[in-house]
């Protein structure tokens, strides 16, 4: 019995590290997607097509916390229809969002 349960973790463990290595990039892909929200209501609201992101981020901007989560860097500023890059996800990989 005890070996069956061995088994069935050493089985399950390569799910698991799966699934926690996807975990940032599911998150990293959120926060673009909040912030193509945030300059497409900016570009509404303001009639430009750029956002810096010190105008989109703040506690009385469009997103009011802002929390990188894989010691990635979002771009400092948006133009619309501008695909977004986010580079060093996890140290190594890039994503690209286009909105």
């Given at each position: 019995m005890v070996v069956g349960i061995?088994?069935?973790?050493?089985?399950?463990l390569p799910a698991f590290q799966k699934i926690r290595s996807a975990s940032p990039v599911k998150s990293v892909l959120n926060n673009v997607r909040q912030m193509s929200v945030a300059?497409?209501?900016?570009?509404?609201?303001s009639g430009t097509d750029f956002a810096a992101s010190i105008r989109l981020i703040g506690a009385s901007n469009y997103v009011k916390v802002f929390d990188p989560v894989a010691n990635e860097a979002?771009?400092?500023a948006y133009t619309q229809g501008v695909t977004v890059t986010v580079l060093g996800v996890g140290g190594a990989r890039t994503i690209t969002y286009s909105p």
């Open positions: 061995g088994v069935l973790a050493t089985l399950a300059d497409d209501a900016c570009f509404r609201e979002y771009p400092t």
